[in-house]
């Protein structure tokens, strides 16, 4: 059974970085999509970045150019390199393993909360 594990959340100051990491265990098909989504709230979940297998990065127009992210893949982990945190960048962040043929995976969710 595939398990996503999170980390490297917290409190930051407006302008500042964070870095989340999610690594997943078990049997993992070789194509597959790893990604964050996030939930602020009283909204909908949405995409922030995702990454393909073979390579291909796709980001929420929000975030483009302040996020990103990047794989492991021997390690079969994802990080999301987050700069210049706005206070609206808040949100829990969710990790997400999309294999090729199977329903997704998702991780607990790690706060990012972005002070003004």
């Known amino acids: 059974q595939v398990q996503l594990v999170e980390s490297g959340g917290g409190l930051v100051q407006a302008g500042g970085s964070l870095r989340l990491s999610c690594a997943a265990s078990?049997?993992?098909?070789?194509?597959?999509?790893m990604g964050w989504y996030r939930q602020a709230p009283g909204k909908q979940r949405e995409l922030v970045a995702a990454?393909?297998?073979?390579?291909?990065?796709s980001y929420a127009d929000s975030v483009k150019g302040r996020f990103t992210i990047f794989r492991d893949g021997a390690a079969n982990t994802v990080y999301l390199q987050m700069d210049s945190l706005k206070p609206e960048d808040t949100a829990v962040y969710y990790c997400?393993?999309?294999?090729?043929?199977?329903?997704?995976?998702w991780g607990q969710g790690t706060q990012v909360t972005v002070s003004s």
């Open positions: 997400n393993l999309k294999p090729a043929y199977s329903s997704a995976i």
């Open positions: 078990g049997s993992i098909f070789i194509i597959n999509t």
């Open positions: 990454m393909t297998s073979d390579g291909n990065r």
